[in-house]
Each structure stands twice: as C-alpha cells, then as structure tokens.
C-alpha cells in the first residue's frame, strides 16, 4: 500500500553507504559547482502547516533534482525561534520558553522528516541558541561600530497589546499591529535604530540587477524605499521678520521646482525646529500642536499662521511676501520638514489654502496645460507650459524651466539637487524577555559602552516562568541588569530590551555556510563559496521586511569585507521564488451564507449536502481558519496517503505562484496513476529483451516511445531548472506512464524499449516521489533477476538526440471519437498502414472484430468507421 511505503523505505535508506536518513546520495562526487537551495525558515510552533508543506516540497524537489543532476547542494534548515509567540505560550502555560520552543522544534522536525524532506540538519541554526545569538550581538556591535547603530528619542509605535515597540514596517496601513492587530500608539522613548536609510540608495538601485526576483517584489520594495528626486529650496527670511535666534532660513524639499512662482506660503511640520522655537513663546501655537497631536486626523488641512514671519521667494525677490504656517499635514520625518505650497498645482496645498484662506483667496498660476485649459481647482499635471506670471522663465515647458529653475538656484546659492528616501532608520529595540539581549552597558563614568567580544554573548537569565505582561521583562532581573563596566570595572546596569527578531532572521543564510564556527560570525571562504542563495523560496508576505532587511545586513557585511561578492553588489539572493497561499476547501449553507461545521454535511453522496435542511451546500476555497472549519493537516495527510502522493498533490494542483486550492479527494488522481507505475515494474521488469538497446534498429513504433521518452527528460529538466513549472512536472510524468502501459500491449513494441523507457520514468520521478520511484525500481529489478540499488543514487537522465523520424504519429478517430496514436513510417502505403493500425494492440482493443464500415487517411489522422 502506498501510505506504508516510507516507512519501509526510509529504514532502508537510513543503512545505504552515504545515506542521510531520508536521502541516499549520488555515489559519484559532485562536478557541476553549488547550489543552495533555501525555504524561508519556520517560526516553530509546534505544527507544520499547509503553507509548509507546500515551501518544503518544493525546494526539497528541486534539491533532489539538482543532487542528482550532479550539483554540489545544500539544502538548510533552521528555526526562526525567538519572539512573542513563545514569550506568551510560556506566560499562559507557565513554562520556559526555551523549554517550549524545544519541543515544538523536536515535533516539527519529524514531520518533516516524514514529509520526506531531505535538509541539510549538519547546517541547522537556531536563532535562540546563545550559540546563534552571539552572533546576531556581534552583527549587532559591527553595525555600532560602523556608526551604523545608534540611540535616539524617538516617537515610536507602541503595541497595547503586545507591549512593546513595532518597527514602522509592523505597522499597517490602517494604523495596526501586524502582530495583535491592537491600534497602534505613539509615545516617546530612547530606542537603538539601525541606518538602513544610509544604504538607501543602494536598496534602491540594486534592485535592477535582481533579474530572477518577482516584478511584483522589487515594486513593493521600490514603493518601501521611495526614492524621490526633487530640489531643497532655501526661503530667506524678510527683512521685517523677526529674525529666529537659531535660524533665518526654511528649506524645504520639492519635486516641482518648476512651480516656483506659484509659491503662496510655507509650511512647517508640527515638531520643525523653528516651530518648536515660535511655541515657546506662543500658547497659542502650543495647544495648536498640542490638539492636532491629540486628534492625529489623516488628513487634517488646520494650519496656524506664525504672524510677523514672512520669507522670501527665491527665484524673485521682488515677488510678494511669503506667509509661514504650522500644518499637521506635513510630515516631520520626510524630506526637510517644510513644504513649499502652491495652491495653483497641489491638491493638498490647494485644500490647505481654501481651509485657512478662505474659499475666494487668490490663486497663482505659474503652469499651463499643454493644450487647452484647466477650469476649476489646481492643474496638478506635470507636463505643461509655463504662463507670463514666471517672468523671464515664461514659455519655457514644465521640463525646461524645472532644470533652468534648479541652475539658477544652484548659481544663487539657493537650492541643489537632491534625492529624498522614504524609508527610515530600523527601530530594533524590543521591551521583551525572548529575543536577543542588545549587548550594550550603561556606566555613570564612561557612557554607552559595547560589550567587548570575549564577553559575547549577554546570556538571556533563565527565568522558572513568565509572569504577565509586564513590558520590558529583563528590567525586573537585577541579576541581569546589574553588571560590571567592561571599561572602567565599576558598576554598570545592561540595556534592557531584546532586538526585534527580524534581526535574527536578517543574517541567517550567511550563518548557514559556517554554522558551527565558534569563533568568529562566519567563515569568509565558507560565505564567499556558498552565497549568494541561488533560490530561495518563501511567501510573498515576506516581500518588504524581512527581504528588505536581508538586502542591507548583506550589504553591509559586504561592505565590511565581511564577505566578498562584488559580480552581485553584495545582494544576498539571486533568484526569489514566492509560492501561493494553501486555502481550504469550505463548505457554506446557501440559505444563510454560514461556514459549515464538518459535522454539519453529509459528504456521503455526490454533492455535498446541508444535514439540517437536505440542501445542496456550495464549496468555495478560502484562507484556511479555525473559523471556516477548513484546516488540513499535513501529517495526517501523509499518514493516510503516504508522503509520495501527498507531495505529488501539492505540486500537481496550482503552479507555485499561484493560491492552490487544496482538494482533499483529488489526492486519488495521484494514487492512481502511482500504482499504474507499480504495476508496469511488475510487468515491464517481466517482459523479455535484447541485451542492448540498438537505436539503428528501431521500428517506428519504438522510435516513437523513443522520443517521447526524450521529450519528457527535456520538458522535465526544463521545468525543474528554468520555469518551476512544477505542476506541469506532474502531468509529464503521467502522460509517460499512460503511453508504456499502452505500448506495454504493443507487440511490435520490444521488451528492451520499455525497459529502457520505464528506468527513465522512474528516474524522473525520484525527486518528487522518492519512495515510489524507489519500490517500482525494487519490483523491476525483481521481476528481471537484477541485483537493486538504490534509484535515487542514478544520474539525472540526459536526453539522446531524437531519432530522424521517418514515421509518423496519427491520431486514430473511430466513429468521431479520438481512440489512440499510431505511429508509422511515412513510406508504408495505405493498406499497409490500414492493416498495421487494425491489427495493433490498440486497434485490436478498440476495433477487434466489429465490420469496418470505411477507412479514411488524413494527412495526421485515420478515421475507421465501424457499424
Ligand atoms: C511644491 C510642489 C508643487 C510639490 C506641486 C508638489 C506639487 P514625493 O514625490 O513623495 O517625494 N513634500 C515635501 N516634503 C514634505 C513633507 N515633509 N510632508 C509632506 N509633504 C512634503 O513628494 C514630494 C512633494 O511632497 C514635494 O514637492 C512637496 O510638495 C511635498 F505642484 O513641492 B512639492
Ligand atoms: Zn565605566
């Protein structure tokens, strides 16, 4: 039976000569250079999910294929261990999370083992082993030595539920935890960042060499840095204005310097230096900001004017005075904190004017359309002309005047080119116990001091058990916090947060190479030969943080010398392969549109029905959720159907990027073309032959399974290698079993032909089913008296040219319906051939003795009409 065939096989294997547990390797050593091959690794909860299953079959298939095509692979695996999932399991069940994390990593493990999963466990990293961390400190400290980790106040996005600080990229875009989903609040707190923003341009940049990563993927990652060429501008203060003691200046940041001359005031961000200078000593502005800070609306237009303050603009001096406001719709952390407004071409700018100004306030236009003309509101287009309200730049296009504009700036001493970015420093620091302590210590005498190596790592103080959520647990530990100054031996106290664990996940492929070193992060050498990832596969949810993180921890060591890699700009992944989601097949009660309970449909008859109300229940496919009662499990999946059919499924139902809908009951499909193959060892490994195949000799029926076999091996090794077309792998292999069980009836058909054709099959098929190529190839060794090893130890099969085919494929219509295909030489003549497809095997079936009413030769087809 299918289910007990990896048992059987997995204790077999176990005892081969260079044997892993699960997979034998090739005998020969490998000639083809590395591949490593790496799923995105699982946080571990204690269960494999469908998601799972379906990243691990994949990268296992394609590292199976690669092993046996003679590459040098590897295949990690590790776990992704700290963090709150753990923190609150052993706070609920009064355990140490390290103890927990423990046996939900032994659990997973043999489930993947009896997924067949064949990972490289020599290499496995885990990130909550001080062993690990250690070096995630030292990355960190790198970083604090390249001024790259620094400590700042900072508004920061607080988690109620979770208690602690999100990074903004946890942070949705309605304002909620990614994590507790929880309404994210603001509060001020000295926090570590890291200057992702310092490798900004190279993020951004990069992406261009990414050729094997998702479009979809470096678009997100494009939109998350946010590049933005523009010019900063610097507005002089007027001579009546009362000059500021720290500045007589605003610059702002524009896109559009084109629209200078549309300039009707600037605008300050709420916490802008000279907005904080102007408060002191105006209530007024206080409980302005104050208010607008309290109500945080999206997309506020309130303005507060500082009165007596008016610059100047600077492409003309002698235009009108410009008035300064306070406006909560300018953002403190983007471009320059001040915002150069034309109501005549900004939507924001225009609904700020007509708020603070008035519904009639004058408007100037500097811009026309380039034909026609705008009527009401601004024209917003940058594409245009400029009207005679720009002076000497009058007539010029948008193009035009924006680098004329931009010179004489530059010439004035005024404004210079310059690029914005988006994206902002990394926040790191977590008030939680399960994460990696940051090793930094504070001393009254010497300051921030960086624990020195030797004393790496700051070990996480056991504790017996949780209690509550009480924020920054490590606070609570005296013995923790206490310690001795690395620098001057007197008293010092630890930092007392954990790093975010996208931290630990940044750096783990690097770990990989070398993850037993115990002195040092990795091994140069070791990095240098094994990275970058030459696939790495994982869900697209993973699209901005964590690969966005990746790319600059890469960077970065690379940059350090860390790693050398100069052919790829220090990018850690060359080719991304995001894999579809698993949904689950859902049963809804039509009536009201509810979720259907198992126990609540008869699945008894050909249509699923409503216990209750003996209605038709409708099926659709969704997210899988306890609360739609369309969970699947893996593991008993695999127990009921054994891990062959089970992986054949997962591949066969939707190509890897798409959502695949999983089909429980389409699993049978799988199954029975599996013990199709089974059977044909019996037989084919039964049938007599010649002792060699001689390829001159062959009839053109045999020429033809000749070339179909070779037209599977490319198809095959083209989908595993080039377009992961995993899917179409699967029907490959099915088309295959179907024609040797045909042209197994085929007399004319010799033994050695089949033989050679069904080794080919099994072959191919080792990757993805591993056991049942394995016992089809233990029944045909039987069946031909020859001695087995194992087939998983065989070379990738390597296509013959296709034999010149003087023959023939016809289809065969009988009585409108397509039958089977014939193949003949071209040369036979038309009785000939007539006779030879009647007497075939397939004729014989299908024809057998019926009166043959009239034959008709195509150029493709022969259509025999029976009575
Ligand atoms: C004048 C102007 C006229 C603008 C116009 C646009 C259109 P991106 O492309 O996203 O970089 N801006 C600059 N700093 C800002 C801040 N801190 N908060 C809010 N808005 C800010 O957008 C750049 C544009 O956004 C800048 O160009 C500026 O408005 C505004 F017809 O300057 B613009
Ligand atoms: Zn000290």
């Known amino acids: 039976e299918l289910s007990k065939l990896d048992s059987k096989w997995l204790g077999r294997w176990k005892n081969l000569p260079l044997g892993t547990s699960i997979n034998p390797r090739k005998l020969a050593q490998p000639t083809k250079g590395k591949k490593f091959i790496v799923p995105m690794f699982p946080y571990p909860s204690g269960v494999l999910h469908m998601g799972h299953l379906r990243v691990y079959t994949i990268s296992d298939v394609l590292s199976r294929f690669f092993r046996m095509r003679g590459y040098d692979v590897v295949h990690p695996m590790g776990w992704d261990a700290f963090g709150l999932p753990a923190e609150n399991a052993a706070i609920e069940r009064k355990i140490d999370p390290a103890t927990w994390t423990k046996s939900n990593i032994a659990k997973m493990k043999s489930q993947m083992a009896s997924m067949l999963a064949d990972f490289d466990w020599e290499r496995e990293v885990t990130t909550c082993d001080p062993e690990y961390y250690k070096w995630t400190q030292k990355l960190f400290l790198l970083m604090h030595e390249h001024g790259l980790a620094y400590k700042k106040k900072a508004e920061i996005n607080w988690d109620p539920i979770d208690q602690t600080v ?70 002089l203060f007027n001579e009546q204005s009362q000059k500021s003691a720290n500045s007589q200046s605003i610059t702002t940041f524009t896109t559009r310097v084109d629209t200078l001359f549309s300039v009707q005031y600037v605008a300050l961000a709420l916490d802008h230096e000279i907005t904080k200078e102007v408060a002191e000593g105006d209530h007024n502005l206080r409980s302005f900001i104050r208010d607008q800070k309290l109500t945080e609306q999206e997309d506020s237009k309130a303005g507060f004017q500082i009165k007596g303050l008016y610059v100047i603009n600077p492409i003309d001096p002698d235009l009108p005075k410009i008035p300064v406001f306070v406006a909560p719709y300018v953002i403190s952390g983007y471009g320059e904190g001040a915002v150069m407004g034309c109501p005549a071409h900004d939507e924001r700018d225009f609904e700020f004017w007509r708020q603070n100004m008035g519904g009639n306030a004058p408007i100037m236009r500097s811009v026309e359309p380039l ?25 010029l ?40 302590p940051i090793p930094i210590v504070y001393c009254d005498d010497c300051g921030t001091v960086p624990v020195p190596d030797e004393q790496l790592p700051v070990l996480l103080p056991k504790v017996d058990a949780l209690v509550g959520k009480n924020g920054s647990a490590l606070s609570n530990i005296p013995e923790f916090v206490n310690c001795e100054c690395p620098s001057c031996g007197g008293h010092a106290k630890r930092d007392t947060d954990t790093m975010d664990t996208f931290m630990d996940s940044s750096w783990y492929l690097f770990r990989y190479a070398d993850a037993k070193n115990r002195n040092a992060i990795f091994d140069k050498e070791k990095a240098n030969s094994l990275l970058p990832v030459d696939m790495y596969i994982g869900g697209v949810e993973h699209a901005i943080l964590h690969l966005l993180y990746t790319r600059f921890v890469s960077k970065f060591l690379s940059s350090t010398g860390e790693w050398t890699n100069k052919e790829f700009n220090g990018e850690p992944i060359r080719r991304l392969v995001t894999q579809g989601m698993v949904h689950g097949k859902t049963y809804v009660n039509p009536d009201n549109k509810r979720f259907l309970k198992p126990d609540e449909v008869d699945l008894t008859g050909p249509q699923p029905v409503v216990k209750e109300t003996g209605k038709i229940a409708s099926i659709t496919f969704e997210k899988m959720s306890k609360s739609k009662y369309n969970g699947a499990d893996p593991e008993e999946c695999i127990l009921k159907y054994g891990a062959d059919s089970t992986r054949g499924h997962i591949l066969f139902q939707a190509p890897v990027t798409d959502v695949l809908d999983w089909d429980e009951t389409k699993i049978v499909g799988i199954q029975r073309w599996l013990r199709k193959v089974l059977t044909l060892a ?10 060699e195949l001689d390829l001159g000799k062959l009839n053109a029926a045999e020429t033809n399974l000749f070339n179909t076999v070779q037209n599977t091996i490319v198809s095959v090794t083209n989908s595993f290698s080039k377009t992961l077309t995993l899917n179409t792998v699967i029907s490959d292999y099915m088309k295959l079993t179907n024609k040797l069980v045909e042209d197994g009836q085929n007399s004319e058909i010799s033994g050695i032909v089949l033989r050679y054709s069904f080794l080919e099959l099994i072959r191919l098929m080792a990757p993805v089913t591993p056991s049942a190529a394995e016992e ?43 039958r089977f295909s014939h193949s003949a030489e071209k040369t036979l003549g038309k009785d000939d051939l007539i006779t030879k497809v009647i007497e075939s095997a397939n004729g014989r079936k299908y024809v057998g003795d019926k009166t043959i009413k009239n034959v008709i030769v195509k150029k493709d087809a022969i259509v025999i009409i029976v009575k």
């Open 166 to 235: 999100l990074a903004n990229e946890q942070v949705d875009a309605q304002g909620r935890s990614w994590r507790s989903g929880a309404l994210v609040e603001k509060k001020s707190l000295e926090q570590w960042f890291l200057g992702i923003t310092k490798f900004a341009p190279e993020l951004k940049a990069d992406l261009d060499i990414l050729e094997e990563w998702p479009s979809e993927v470096k678009t997100m990652q494009t939109n998350w840095i946010g590049e933005s060429n523009g010019t900063t501008v610097t507005f």
């Open 371 to 395: 034909e026609g003309t705008q009527e009401e509101g601004p024209y917003t287009g940058k594409e245009g002309v400029l009207n005679t309200n720009a002076g000497k730049f009058s007539g």
């Open 397 to 436: 296009t948008t193009k035009e005047a924006l680098k004329a504009m931009q010179s004489q700036l530059v010439a004035t001493n005024l404004g210079t080119p310059t690029t914005k970015y988006k994206i902002r420093d990394w926040l790191i620091s977590r008030q939680r116990y399960w994460g990696a």
């Open 682 to 691: 019996e037989t084919i490994g039964n049938s007599k032959s010649a002792p």
């Open 776 to 818: 089809a190839y233990e029944i045909y060794c039987g069946a031909s008296h020859l001695e087995w090893t194992s087939i998983l130890q065989a070379d990738w099969p390597v296509p013959a040219p296709l034999i010149g085919t003087n023959t023939h494929d016809y289809k065969v219509m009988i009585n409108g319906k397509f």
